[in-house]
């Protein structure tokens, strides 16, 4: 089974509320690049990703399946193929760990409970359907939007950020959106109107210096939009051009048509 990472095409960002979770509207956008899951019959339930230390979010997920639905069905063993890199901001563990939920579904003839998704994390509950979407609340509200993927070069550094520092770096310094500019910004989503911005980009910028330059690299080659997407440090553009992605290449050799 396929977990496509994701990139944010757009990401706004109010302030923390009193549980501590920063209110959102975001556009997710499946990407091509993905992480592939295959499963077997184990001795008890386990996952297996080369690269992945402690406990794997897929397991949790596996755990989390079991005491909310009560379903005792024979153990699973996952093992998982990583494409996507790790701690890069394309929410490749959330994506490993929605794909899952859907194995496990499908093995016991459960649908996922609703809450299951959100209780691993908010790109869990996005990433569980896999598809162009808008979330808003804290990400627990996810709505399918329609649109086509457009042709994405994503370019993974050699660094990686945790989504906690990224967001600690960004309440220190950068101003949050009111709640009025991101219910604004919501209807506008649902009309089809966005604009390219991520607000976690400086903050991920000002903790890694790799990312501007390979910003430069993709406007140089022509790509639109070049952006962080979530947390980073990865980024991304819009181009259909092989020349600028061989070109591109040369440079970040783990760039990629996504």
């Known amino acids: 089974m396929r977990a496509p990472g994701k990139v944010n095409l757009c990401l706004l960002i109010g302030a923390p509320r009193p549980d501590g979770l920063h209110p959102l509207v975001s556009l997710v956008q499946p990407t091509d690049l993905a992480d592939e899951l295959t499963t077997s019959p184990g001795e008890r339930d386990e996952v297996i990703c080369a690269g992945v230390d402690g406990e794997n979010l897929a397991l949790r997920a596996l755990r989390e399946f079991r005491a909310a639905t009560g379903w005792d069905g024979p153990p699973l063993r996952i093992e998982i193929t990583k494409r996507i890199p790790i701690a890069a901001g394309m929410a490749g563990g959330s994506s490993d760990a929605a794909a899952a939920l859907r194995l496990i579904s499908e093995a016991s003839g459960i649908p996922v409970p609703d809450d299951v998704p959100m209780r691993l994390g908010a790109d869990v509950t996005v990433m569980l359907h896999a598809q162009r979407a808008l979330m808003t609340g804290a990400g627990e509200f996810v709505e ?70 390979a910003l430069d690299a993709l406007r140089a080659v022509g790509a639109e939009h070049a952006m962080v997407t979530g947390s980073g440090p990865t980024v991304f553009g819009i181009s259909a051009d092989p020349e600028a992605l061989a ?12």
Not at 182 to 210: I, S, W
Not at 247 to 258: G, K, S
């Open 144 to 213: 399918p939007l329609p649109g086509n993927k457009p042709p994405l070069i994503v370019v993974p550094l050699g660094a990686a950020l945790g989504a906690g520092e990224v967001y600690r770096e960004f309440d220190a310094h950068d101003r949050p959106r009111t709640p009025e500019e991101l219910e604004a910004a919501a209807a506008a989503l649902r009309d089809g109107t966005f604009e390219y911005v991520n607000d976690l980009e400086p903050a991920a910028r000002r903790l890694c210096p790799l990312i501007d330059p």
């Open 247 to 258: 070109f591109l290449q040369r440079t970040y050799p783990r760039a990629v048509a996504a």
